[in-house]
């Protein structure tokens, strides 16, 4: 979070005199309409390499690469650039590089670039560590041999090598070129098709060299010179592209340039904490992800994956950008061209084959980790606000939640809850009892969430501060000093967190020990982690800063937040006897953070145009990596009107990450606050969440172990449905639901188009729809519209409680809704969600499969190993059956022999009308065994 006024007059608000001169500051500000300051943040043409490298022609530089061969496994070569580009001769040494080519199983292909050492660069540019997993390192296939190859008219020669049954890896020699295409034939994803590549060497400067640069009152030393590297991608037979969060924008990505494109910024990946960010804008946010998803009706799914923490650009290029050029690609696949230019680092780039969105998403996660498995309670509900003021105000928004039967996990405390924002402190006035209160909360089955921002108080008192100052653990400026900048804490200092022994030492910090006033159901919130920092440029670090050996803040800018949080994470899976899983939420985002946590999109705003872009927002983070996301449900910033308020619950509680959050400038919103039948409709809300937990769990489970994201765009599971491409507005929750959210006022109806030629049966009424067709339909105000596919069973728990934790022991419902074949299939998987227990087999993973007219459950876990049984006593109340045609009377469960309740009647509970279900009661099977019921 961040509040314009205290950065702008750098004041900190613990007095209450100032508070109040703020207070009136910012109700001043906000009738004059404040919102995103643009002129605060660099476009591409006061970002040098950024302007360089989109004035770029097509071929206007030309790389060759010579000495191809194997070696140790890999491809290798050297990249020789060919002399028109050399303007400058006694400037650039000879621009030699190192090409490398790697394969891994399951079609991955990894290419690096970079200097050659026996040139002797000035240093050794940055490669970003920690992020690419070591078990995929063990799955590099060693190459043995290169076939050469003319390829249809290219003047020279090819070099080929096997990556898949089916697809090759190519690399041309002349200009250099590299490509994935299917075995002879068509290609998938290449790059440098168009001749942008581009790589500027590490240089020592010379008298009279200017290379620093200037914007808004700060100064880049630049002590190497430019250092950029660009070049092109193109993605074949693709009809859109997504991917490279974060920002607030549609999900099919536009093209920012191109002949009858309205040329825009390019998009921009740089970790920045952007203040009141616009909801339609190319504009990087908190987090970065260079990984772009091209997605076509045609050919199926591919990505490309460009590890690299430098602030990068990106241009979606329209068709006909390079019609000038002369270029013709020897191909006629309709492809999309991009440009790819980043400020510092190499290339250490990844192409993925797909062919099928899953396969895309499942092969990137191999590279940089699958999910975290989340603990249940991390799945519900979170009630948040900057800030629940004092114990008093906690205990009291506490009893309010049972007072009026909503149920919530996970209480919020923001900065406010420190001593003077010197973290893991707690203001003893407002707080004096912190234990205490987190005892009160656990024992309802509910946790706290404190918030541990990177930003250190420079202050000689702070035990955190002494120490980091003593070990020497800060960031540096550029000259060496310990790097002070402003935020919350005032004066402040940034802990080097790319060095693993600051990482270990932070970690410790999280002990129960340490972190006075912790206890076990305490866990972690980490914001401004981009970093933030109020004064410095485009509020964040200077690029110039310096890290552990030499290490340009430039150069892992984007992957600091990552560091950040990876160690905080590890802090919390230290902490005690270690049993638990961690739950941090973070807001910067990097290539990997899904193995950390939970992340947010941000201090979105209480509109609807962000309650809409929302979905791709969080639809992006999951095609990406990073499941388990979500947005600030009311809006950040601002007061929503209470049908604002009400939709965001609906919608929010689909989100994999469900938080209301908001300004401490905003009224109060818990959900009482707006009459009797608004708190009904948002209870039916987080209720409905509440009783999809099984569900939900279920699907992290999946993530964890595949990288199929919770949260999925409907062409992830119809991946040939054209209609489906650039559907912003519905999603899939797992495979089994669709949610349409409703983002405008006063609806009175929606259009929803239900993919597939099977039925989707609405989850509130039954009704039933055939699948391939746009529906208007009507809505009212006490939901959104939900469908469950024809074909899934979904399982559930109906009984509310006070939390998720409180609900461990109730039965279950299935839902079973069928298809033309009369058959249905789903999962359940249950652990005992909280430990890492589940690791080590400690855990109950069953299929439902109904056909033939019985409903089987099929154990799915492999035996566990002695003591790590994990078992539940839990059984299935109740089975709902929809869309059965013929009139089976009775069921007979098996091996029990026993015969259950069968009932036809109304699908609603408390409706006599509408369409018909079969209800099995009380069948009482457990959920750990096996059995079969058969109807007849
Ligand atoms: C699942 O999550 C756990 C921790 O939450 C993590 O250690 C593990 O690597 C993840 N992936 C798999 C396949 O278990
Ligand atoms: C019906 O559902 C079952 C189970 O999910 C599936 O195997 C089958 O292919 C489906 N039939 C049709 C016609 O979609």
Redesign the pocket.
């Known amino acids: 979070m961040k509040m314009e006024m205290e950065r702008q007059i750098g004041i900190p608000n613990r007095n209450p005199a100032v508070f109040v001169f703020l207070l009136l500051l910012v109700s001043c500000q906000l009738c004059s309409v404040v919102s995103w300051k643009k002129e605060e943040f660099r476009n591409c043409n006061q970002t040098p390499f950024c302007k360089r490298a989109r004035g770029r022609k097509p071929s206007s530089s030309s790389f060759a690469a010579h000495d191809v061969s194997i070696s140790d496994g890999d491809l290798t070569a050297r990249l020789v650039p060919s002399d028109k580009t050399l303007e400058d001769q006694d400037q650039i040494q000879i621009k030699q590089l190192i090409l490398t080519l790697s394969v891994y199983q399951d079609g991955i292909l990894r290419l690096r670039i970079d200097e050659d050492p026996k040139l002797d660069p000035p240093k050794k540019r940055f490669e970003v560590p920690d992020v690419v997993m070591p078990e995929f390192l063990s799955k590099k296939l060693w190459l043995q041999r290169l076939s050469t190859e003319t390829i249809g008219g290219d003047a020279s020669p090819s070099s080929i090598v096997y990556l898949l049954d089916g697809y090759e890896a190519v690399l041309r020699h002349d200009p250099f070129e590299v490509y994935v295409r299917k075995k002879g034939g068509n290609r998938v994803v290449s790059m440098n098709s168009h001749g942008l590549f581009d790589f500027e060497l590490l240089r020592v400067k010379k008298d009279g060299e200017d290379w620093e640069e200037r914007f808004k009152g700060h100064t880049d030393t630049r002590p190497f010179g430019p250092q950029s590297i660009s070049f092109d991608v193109s993605f074949y037979d693709a009809d859109h592209v997504y991917g490279i969060p974060e920002r607030a924008t549609s999900f099919a990505l536009k093209p920012t340039r191109g002949p009858g494109v309205e040329e825009s910024e390019p998009y921009r990946l740089f970790n920045l904490d952007v203040f009141e960010y616009i909801h339609d804008s190319p504009f990087g946010l908190y987090g970065s992800i260079p990984l772009m998803i091209s997605h076509g009706k045609s050919r199926g799914t591919s990505g490309f994956f460009w590890l690299n923490a430098a602030e990068m650009q990106i241009d979606v290029l329209g068709t006909g950008w390079d019609a000038e050029s002369g270029i013709s690609l020897p191909t006629s696949q309709s492809r999309i061209d991009t440009h790819w230019m980043s400020e510092a680092g190499i290339v250490d780039a990844f192409f993925f084959v797909g062919p099928g969105p899953k396969d895309v998403v499942r092969q990137y996660t191999s590279v940089t980790g699958t999910p975290a498995m989340p603990q249940l309670f991390a799945v519900a509900y979170h009630q948040c606000r900057w800030n629940y003021r004092d114990e008093e105000d906690v205990e009291q928004v506490d009893s309010k939640f049972d007072e009026h039967d909503i149920p919530y996990d996970v209480l919020w405390l923001d900065i406010e809850h420190t001593d003077g924002k010197r973290y893991f402190t707690w203001d003893r006035m407002l707080f004096p009892h912190p234990e205490e209160m987190q005892r009160k909360l656990a024992a309802k089955g509910r946790h706290l969430v404190t918030i541990v921002d990177p930003h250190i108080k420079r202050d000689d008192s702070y035990f955190l501060h002494k120490e980091a100052t003593e070990k020497q653990y800060y960031v540096r400026d550029a000259t060496g000093k310990d790097y002070d900048g402003w935020c919350w804490s005032g004066s402040s200092s940034y802990l080097d967190m790319l060095r693993p022994e600051i990482r270990s030492w932070w970690a410790e910090k999280f002990s129960f020990e340490n972190y006075v006033g912790s206890t076990p159901s305490l866990y972690i919130w980490n914001d401004m982690n981009e970093p933030s920092v109020f004064n410095g440029p485009e509020v964040t670090m200077p690029r110039d800063a310096l890290h552990v050996e030499g290490v340009e803040h430039r150069e892992l800018h984007n992957a600091y937040g990552y560091y950040f949080h990876m160690a905080t994470a590890d802090g919390l899976v230290k902490r005690g006897d270690g049993r638990d899983r961690p739950f941090v939420l973070s807001r910067a985002v990097f290539a990997g953070s899904q193995r950390h946590g939970a992340v947010w999109t941000g201090d979105n705003s209480a509109d609807w145009d962000h309650l809409r872009v929302s979905v791709p927002m969080v639809l992006t983070l999951g095609l990406t990596g990073i499941s388990f996301s979500g947005a600030d449900v009311g809006g950040f910033f601002g007061n929503p009107e209470p049908e604002l308020l009400v939709r965001w619950y609906q919608l929010g509680a689909y989100y994999p990450f469900f938080r209301a959050h908001a300004h401490h400038d905003t009224k109060r919103r818990e959900p009482w606050l707006f009459g009797e039948k608004n708190t009904e409709r948002i209870r039916e809300a987080i209720h409905t969440r509440y009783m999809l937990l099984p569900y939900f769990y279920t699907l992290f489970r999946e993530a964890n172990t595949t990288g199929v994201p919770v949260i999925r765009p409907l062409w992830m599971e119809f991946p040939s449905e054209e209609a489906t491409f650039s559907n912003d507005e519905a999603f899939m929750i797992g495979s089994s639901l669709l949610v349409q959210g409703i983002y405008t006022e006063h609806a009175r109806h929606a259009s929803v188009y239900l993919p597939g030629k099977?039925l989707w049966y609405d989850t509130k009424t039954g009704v039933a729809y055939k699948g391939g067709k746009t529906y208007k339909l009507d809505v009212n105000e006490e939901s959104i519209p939900a469908f469950q596919r024809a074909?899934?069973i979904i399982p559930r728990k109906d009984r509310f409680r006070r939390s998720s934790t409180q609900m461990v022991n109730d039965p279950y419902t299935l839902v079973i809704a069928l298809?033309?074949?009369q058959?249905?299939?789903g999962e359940l998987y249950v652990d005992d969600g909280r430990s890492f227990g589940f690791q080590e087999g400690a855990y109950i993973h069953r299929r439902f499969v109904f056909s033939d007219g019985k409903l089987t459950s099929v154990n799915m876990a492999p035996a566990a190993p002695g003591q790590n049984q994990f078992s539940s006593e839990c059984v299935i109340e109740r089975i709902i059956l929809q869309g059965l045609s013929t009139g089976q009377k009775s069921a007979l469960i098996e091996p029990a022999n026993q015969k259950a309740e069968i009932e036809l009647g109304p699908l609603l509970l408390h409706s006599k009308k509408g369409p018909t279900a079969i209800t099995i009661r009380k069948p009482n099977v457990r959920i750990a065994d096996d059995w079969v019921i058969k109807l007849f």
Do not use: R, Y
């Open positions: 099977e074909g899934t298809n033309s074949s058959a249905a299939e």
